[in-house]
C-alpha cells in the first residue's frame, strides 16, 4: 500500500522545503518504499490526521500514523528489515541520534537564519503572515534583521563543517561505504537552504559539496529534480 508523506511546501507545492521532511522522503527512498507526498502548508500542518502532530512530517503506513523523521526512519527500520537499512544496527542508531543532535544544534542555526527571509518569501500571504509572527516571537528580531547576519557568520559556520570535511578523507559517506539516515539527516540542512535560497553556504571546491552534490543523486536524482532558487 502507499505510504502518505505529509510534506511541507509553500505556495509552490513542487517544492518541498523542510529538512525534516527531505530526511523521512530519502528514508523512504532508501528503503525503495512506494510514497506519495501530500503537499502541507504551515497552517495545515494542525489538521494533518485529525491533529495527529504539531510539526510534519508525518507518515501513513496503513492504519499507523507516525511524526517526527528520526522516529519515522525508527519504525521503517523495524516494520521493514528486509529492506535496505538506514541504521546498520543498534550502533548506528545511537550513531545517527549524534549526527541529528550535531545537525540540529550546529548547522541549523546557521542554516536557518541563512534562508529565513527566504523561507518567508516561498509563503503564500496567509502562511507568510503566519511564518513571520512566530519566527520573529522566536528570534527577538524581524525576517530581515536575522538574515542579515549570515554575512559575518558564514566563515565561522563553515569552519564548523570540519568534523565533516575531514572524515570525507576517510570515507564517501557519514554510514561508510554506502549512505544511511545519518547522511539524509545532515544533507536535509543543506538541501532546506538549496531549495529555499540561492545563497552560497558552501564553497565550491570543497569535500562536503561534493559529498553533497553525491546525495542530490541518490534515489535517481530525487533531490535534484527540485531545483536549486535562483
Ligand atoms: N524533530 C522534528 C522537527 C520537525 C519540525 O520542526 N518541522 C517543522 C518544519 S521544518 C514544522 O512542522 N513546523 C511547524 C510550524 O512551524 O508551525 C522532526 O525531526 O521531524
Redesign the pocket.
Given at each position: 500500500m502507499t505510504i502518505l508523506l505529509y510534506d511541507?511546501v509553500g505556495r509552490d507545492a513542487s517544492r518541498p522545503f523542510?529538512?525534516?521532511?527531505w530526511?523521512a522522503a530519502m528514508a523512504l527512498a532508501h528503503k525503495g518504499l512506494d510514497f506519495r507526498a501530500v503537499p502541507t502548508r504551515?497552517l495545515e500542518?494542525p489538521e494533518i490526521e485529525n491533529g495527529a502532530a504539531?510539526?510534519?512530517?508525518v507518515i501513513r503506513d496503513g492504519d499507523k500514523v507516525i511524526?517526527?523523521?528520526?522516529a519515522i526512519a525508527l519504525y521503517l527500520e523495524e516494520a521493514y528489515p528486509d529492506l535496505p537499512t538506514l541504521f546498520g544496527g543498534e550502533g548506528g542508531k545511537a550513531h545517527a541520534r549524534f549526527v541529528e543532535r550535531w545537525s540540529q544544534l550546529t548547522l541549523h542555526p546557521y542554516l536557518g537564519m541563512a534562508a529565513l527571509t527566504a523561507l518567508h518569501g516561498m509563503q503564500d500571504e496567509e502562511n507568510a503572515a503566519y511564518f513571520r509572527q512566530?519566527r520573529e516571537a522566536r528570534f527577538g528580531k524581524t525576517l530581515e534583521e536575522v538574515t542579515a547576519a549570515r554575512d559575518t557568520g558564514l566563515a565561522a559556520f563553515r569552519a564548523s563543517l570540519e568534523p565533516l570535511r575531514s572524515m570525507l578523507a576517510y570515507q564517501p559517506w557519514i554510514g561508510g561505504e554506502r549512505p544511511l539516515f545519518a547522511d539524509y539527516i545532515v544533507y536535509g540542512a543543506f538541501q532546506w537552504v538549496r531549495v529555499a535560497s540561492p545563497y552560497g553556504v558552501l564553497p565550491k571546491d570543497d569535500p562536503v559539496t561534493a559529498w553533497f552534490e553525491r546525495c542530490l543523486d541518490l534515489h535517481e536524482g530525487m533531490g535534484r529534480r527540485v531545483a536549486a532558487a535562483a
Open positions: 511541507l523542510s529538512p525534516h521532511c530526511k504551515f500542518v504539531k510539526t510534519v512530517p511524526s517526527d523523521s528520526f512566530s
